[in-house]
């Protein structure tokens, strides 16, 4: 069976850190996209960023850029996201998912989801 297991959400302070884990099985992990995408409460599910594992490209949207760091342990088939200089505005479900077609990160083409993890930032 397919699983994608996010991890490592918690409340932590603005300025910092967290690192949210994505532990996948089930699939030819590089064969996929690892995206990451998060949905604050009464808002869209948007993308965060990505990486091919295959070749460690990595790809990100928004004002998470500089802030924000995704990598992979090919070898543990599990993608991080690193998240630094966390702002309130950052405080939303986190989901990991994998895109087949690649880093799109349009919902629309994630073929499988993870459950979400939770981050709270206190300003």
């Known amino acids: 069976d397919v699983q994608l297991q996010a991890s490592g959400g918690g409340f932590v302070q603005a300025g910092g850190s967290l690192r949210l884990s994505c532990a996948a099985s089930?699939?030819?992990?590089?064969?996929?996209?690892i995206v990451w995408f998060r949905q604050a409460p009464g808002k869209e599910r948007e993308g965060v960023g990505c990486?091919?594992?295959?070749?460690?490209?990595?790809y990100y949207i928004g004002d998470v850029k500089g802030r924000f760091t995704v990598s992979s342990d090919n070898a543990k088939e599990t993608a991080y996201l690193n998240m630094n200089s966390l702002k309130p505005e950052d405080t939303a479900v986190y989901y990991c998912?994998?895109?087949?077609?690649?880093?799109?990160?349009?919902?629309?083409?994630?073929?499988?989801w993870g459950q979400g993890t939770q981050v709270t930032v206190s300003s």
């Open positions: 998912g994998a895109e087949r077609i690649g880093c799109t990160l349009n919902s629309y083409h994630v073929d499988f």
């Open positions: 089930g699939f030819t992990f590089d064969d996929y996209a």
């Open positions: 990486i091919n594992p295959s070749d460690g490209s990595t």
